[in-house]
């Protein structure tokens, strides 16, 4: 038996070896940038503006017999060598893509679909706001993304707990929701351009006395030639009694000067919902530019609000300039 036992490991562990020796195309990337950056307003203080962060993507693929399975692992030091993102791709052609995102990839659903409106570098709320969508992160989130026509769809799910769970781990212990949610977009025919975008999110709790959250994002894109234009709708819902809810409109234009600088214009509203009293809007306008020249890119957003975080009279603003090396 002892010796039936040493054949039946040394056979699976030739038929390992064979499986590993499967072709893998091997790639490292990697950037550095430095940042100053400013806060002000109401309650903001800017203490260091410098910062600064390195990060290195080592991705491989190869081809697996049903389709070409890619990983990808970043690490950032500006995380204490946390991982920046690790996730794991199956294209299996026209039958769609499956993602296993561990934590940073952002891959499907309505994350990865939160906010598309044009934008020269950073998004209107970056800074100062939020997006108003909830949605599946980055926490061993499984997704599946396909096209089929000019019809693209994003589906996503997690059950909570947190990024990045070893195999054989069962993470999140005492979890009691999972997030589910779907991103439609398509172009719109005989308008070359124009293309639509429709999304919902839906966080499901297992306790009885919790309502379900919801929150949904919509997008009418155009672009042509060097301009591009953008108009987006959010809303958020808590299923609690009495909670405030999120109502969001943004518009934004961004603009190609040439083939290494671009501009772009953001507005963001944002109406928050007070059940016992007066509804409030918060007002973000953004400037955003950037500019490319080989390996390197310098880019700036400016950003500020109005009724801060829903607060009447408080204001928030944001300054960062950014210096990318890319290797």
């Known amino acids: 038996m002892t010796n039936l036992k040493k054949v039946g490991l040394s056979a699976l562990a030739g038929s390992l070896v064979a499986f590993s020796a499967n072709a893998v195309d091997m790639s490292v990337t990697g950037t550095a940038e430095v940042t100053y950056t400013t806060n002000g307003g109401t309650n903001s203080v800017t203490g260091n503006p410098f910062g600064s962060n390195t990060s290195i993507k080592f991705s491989g693929s190869g081809d697996v017999g049903f389709g070409t399975a890619t990983i990808v692992r970043t690490i950032n030091d500006g995380l204490g060598s946390a991982w920046l993102s690790a996730y794991t791709t199956l294209d299996m052609g026209a039958m769609g893509t499956l993602s296993h995102d561990s934590i940073g990839g952002g891959l499907a659903g309505t994350t990865a679909n939160d906010d598309l409106l044009p934008s020269a570098y950073e998004e209107v709320w970056n800074g100062v706001s939020g997006t108003g969508v909830l949605g599946a992160a980055s926490n061993d989130t499984i997704g599946y993304t ?182």
């Open 146 to 327: 396909n096209t089929m026509g000019p019809v693209s769809i994003s589906l996503a799910t997690t059950k909570g707990g947190t990024g990045g769970t070893g195999d054989g781990g069962n993470d999140g212990e005492g979890v009691t929701s999972h997030i589910s949610d779907w991103y439609v977009s398509t172009s719109v025919p005989y308008v070359e351009g124009l293309s639509i975008g429709y999304g919902q999110s839906k966080t499901e709790f297992a306790i009885s006395s919790e309502n379900d959250d919801t929150s949904m994002v919509g997008h009418l894109l155009y672009s042509m030639g060097p301009a591009s234009l953008g108009y987006r709708i959010a809303e958020q819902q808590d299923g609690s009694n009495g909670s405030n809810g999120l109502n969001v409109e943004a518009y934004a234009v961004a603009f190609n000067l040439n083939d290494e600088m671009s501009v772009s214009l953001a507005t963001q509203d944002t109406e928050y919902d007070v059940p016992s009293g007066t509804n409030v809007t918060e007002t973000v306008d953004a400037v955003n530019a950037s500019y490319t020249v080989g390996a390197a890119s310098v880019r700036a957003t400016f950003s500020e609000s109005d009724n801060d975080g829903g607060q009447t009279g408080d204001t928030d603003e944001h300054m960062e300039l950014s210096l990318v090396l890319s290797f």
